[in-house]
Every structure is written in C-alpha cells, then in structure tokens.
C-alpha cells in the first residue's frame, strides 16, 4: 500500500469509483491524520440565546432524555446535521 504524506498528492475525483480505486491501493500517513485533527478550545463556543415556545423545548427535552443526552448536545448535533445537509445540497 502505497503511503501518502501530503494532502496535494490526493487527486481530485471526478466519480466516487475513482476515489473507491485510488483508496483501495493508497493510505494516509499517520502524521498527516494526526495533523489533521481537530483539537476543539473552549474558547472557540459562542454563547447564544433563542427563544423556545415552552411546549417544544418540552418535547426536545423529553426527546434527549429518552436518548440519554444533554438536550442542549443534542440541539447542536441536530443543527450540525441539518448544516452539513445544507452545505451538500450547494
């Protein structure tokens, strides 16, 4: 398997097959991927504040609490979802 050790050396796919083919032969450098993660600073949340109708911040509650999550992690993985879906559809 050959190694790759710059984002420059990855090609840009035309088809997702092409990309399946490239991948097939070819792995990331382990300090490439260790470079490329995304270390997150507290410093990097901005406090906000919306305004809920009382019934539906119920119900997103109920729904965090039946998933086992803090409603407020789930609000922002479902808007982290929705605005990669967004991004796509550009």
Not at 20 to 31: C, I, S, T, Y
Not at 51 to 75: C, E, G, H, V, W
Request: proline share 3%.
């Amino acid at each position: 398997m050959k190694s790759v050790s710059d984002w420059d050396k990855i090609p840009a796919f035309e088809e997702e097959e092409e990309e399946a083919k490239f991948w097939l032969v070819h792995e990331l450098d382990g300090r490439l991927m260790a470079g490329s993660v995304h270390q997150p600073d507290s410093r990097e949340s901005t406090t906000i504040t919306l305004r809920f109708d009382p019934r539906m911040l119920s119900r997103i509650k109920r729904i965090a609490r039946t998933r086992f999550l803090n409603y407020q992690s789930m609000m922002k993985q479902w808007l982290a979802e929705r605005l990669e879906d967004e991004i796509r559809k550009q």
